[in-house]
């Protein structure tokens, strides 16, 4: 049964669990469930998701009921109106605050401009040696991604040197291996917490938001982390 945490007469929106596909996809043969069927089957109602994430992150995912909606809701996260926050535990101690101006490579090769702002809301230092380290260094961030590029989080927090635990091919796979021997630990740590907008319809401001799921919540425990 999926979470449901928000719905109207034109909206769903639901909180995904990471390793869900959102829909059928050729890459992921593997896959055997979908939050779209999923969903529809739920609540016996058609629906078409309005924007995407990855299968290994959670959150909030957001649906519409027919097709002009669907369409204007696109709209607004192609224009970037959608003002979109996301959980990550990453490697290291991150910076107070940052812009991350750094532009990423479509599949064709195509540059698109990029940009993602940060805050460090809490850090931990672990007696749990890594490598040559003696500890191990953490931080939990709020990121708000002013575009909506591809994968865009993953890469711009391994840009900066500090990957999102549980990213595969973009974080760290020493790091990624160290979590799952230690904590057995395969999710990727990144949760998309809140969307905000202007319902298409009603005009009014949506706020959405999404409670960690528990894999990501049992990290946060054995960190020490609070939210």
């Known amino acids: 049964m999926l979470e449901i945490v928000y719905q109207d007469e034109h909206l769903i929106a639901i909180n995904k669990p990471h390793g869900l596909l959102v829909h ?27 924007h995407r994430l990855d299968r290994k992150t959670g959150g909030v995912l957001l649906f519409a009921f027919d097709k002009e909606v669907e369409i204007a809701m696109q709209k607004q996260f192609q224009e970037n109106l959608v003002d979109k926050h996301y959980l ?31 805050r460090t809301l809490q850090q931990v230092e672990m007696d749990i040696p890594f490598g040559q380290h003696p500890t191990s260094r953490y ?7 002013k ?5 865009q989080l993953r890469k711009h927090f391994a840009h900066i040197f500090h990957p ?9 796979n020493k790091q990624n291996r160290f979590f799952k021997e230690q904590f057995e630990m395969e999710t990727m740590l990144l949760h998309a917490s809140s969307l905000r907008f202007k319902h298409p319809v009603t005009t ?3 706020q959405i938001q999404a409670r960690v799921q528990e894999a990501f919540k049992r990290m946060m425990d054995l960190m020490n982390f609070t939210r």
């Open 88 to 118: 990550a535990i990453v490697r290291g101690f991150t910076l107070p605050e940052m812009v991350i101006d750094y532009p990423l490579a479509k599949e064709n090769g195509t540059i698109q401009e990029a940009y993602t702002t940060f």
């Open 204 to 206: 009014e401001q949506i």
């Open 164 to 172: 999102i635990i549980g990213d595969r091919p973009h974080g760290c």
């Open 24 to 50: 059928r996809s050729k890459i992921a043969n593997d896959a055997k469930e979908f939050a779209l069927q999923m969903l529809r089957d739920q609540i016996g109602r058609q629906v078409n998701p309005v």
């Open 139 to 145: 931080s939990l961030v709020e990121a708000n991604p």
């Open 147 to 151: 575009t909506g590029r591809m994968h």
